[in-house]
């Protein structure tokens, strides 16, 4: 394979077009360019560049050589820089998973200071909803989650704690039917109207959902914003999260309901593997300040 210089050498050459002006970019002499080139194409038996124009150009092969070589030395070079971060006790790449429920911009500050670490490790942030939170932490699909907002399983090799709770509102539309009715609304009422649920992401069985009655009919999102949008519309009723639409209650455009049963709040927990990563433990300390699990929790409201 061709060495750095020889990398180099083959790319002034190519931008040059020409031995000499690539010698003199190179500051050698065009006797040792020219010397080097043919060292090349004799170790690897092909002609690298078409000299029969008067600006030197690469062949099929010579472009190949060029291109996979750059490639190659540019992933030894990532390949150095990760071995020493592992070494220096950060993670290659840290995996978290949110619950759906948290909203990924409350997350950018973070990930800003984290970057300010220049840590080198990779991060990746997806999400999840209801069990397929802790499923994937189980799985090993993330090395973090957070905002799970069902139980810890019991007999977990996973550690958790507390992230903080976050409180709901039973809401429709002012052009809702329920709207008008008499209040508190029992399951009774609530049972010839469609209820709007987060579609859980579980991939063991059929997956939950909550917030709805038995035989309730329901239409199942794909997310939190999409919920709210469609109780906004009218689409159904169901449980939102407060904070979020605290505008939305002010402006009328969705009508808070007294309940028979009021919904207790959510626990939100942060969950994870024991390991000794720098990253992993930065991150824990993060989440354990009290103003940023208060911002996570309560999410953004778009509407006031």
């Known amino acids: 394979m061709l060495s750095d210089d020889e990398i180099q ?27 080097t080139l043919r060292q090349i194409e004799n170790r690897f038996d092909a002609l690298l560049f078409d000299r029969r124009r008067y600006r030197l150009q690469l062949t099929p092969a010579g472009a190949l050589l060029v291109r996979e070589a750059a490639r190659l030395r540019d992933d030894m070079q990532r390949l150095t820089r990760r071995v020493t971060q592992v070494a220096r006790g950060w993670e290659d790449r840290l995996w978290i998973v949110t ?51 069902n139980e810890p399983p019991s007999g977990s090799s996973v550690q958790w704690r ?34 709007v649920v987060v579609a859980d992401t579980s ?8 917030g709805h009655g038995a035989g309730q009919p329901t239409l199942a999102v794909p ?41 207790e709040p959510n626990m939100l927990y942060v969950g994870w593997r024991a390991s000794d990563g720098r990253a992993l433990a930065w991150w824990l300390e993060q989440l354990n300040e009290p103003r940023l699990s208060r911002r996570l929790v309560d999410g953004l409201d778009r509407y006031a």
Do not use: C, N
């Open 223 to 263: 997310s939190m914003a999409a919920k709210i949008e469609a109780q906004r519309a009218g689409l159904g009723v169901g449980w939102l999260p407060e904070a979020r639409v605290a505008g939305l209650l002010q402006r009328g455009e969705l009508v808070a309901k007294a309940m028979a049963v009021p919904r």
């Open 99 to 149: 619950d759906e429920v948290i909203e990924f911009e409350t997350l950018l500050p973070v990930i800003r200071d984290f970057d300010a670490l220049a840590s080198g490790v990779s991060l990746r942030v997806t999400h999840e909803v209801l069990g397929g939170t802790w499923e994937a932490l189980a799985e090993g699909r993330a090395d973090l989650v957070i905002g799970a907002t």
């Open 9 to 35: 050498l083959m790319e002034a050459i190519f931008d040059a077009g020409s031995l000499s002006r690539a010698a003199a970019s190179l500051g050698k002499a065009p006797s040792t360019v020219s010397y």
């Open 162 to 195: 507390e992230l903080g709770q976050m409180r709901w509102v039973y809401a429709v539309s002012p052009r809702h039917p329920l709207a008008k009715a008499k209040a508190p609304l029992t399951a009774e009422q609530l049972q010839a109207h469609r209820a």
């Open 203 to 210: 991939r063991r069985g059929e997956g939950r959902a909550y």
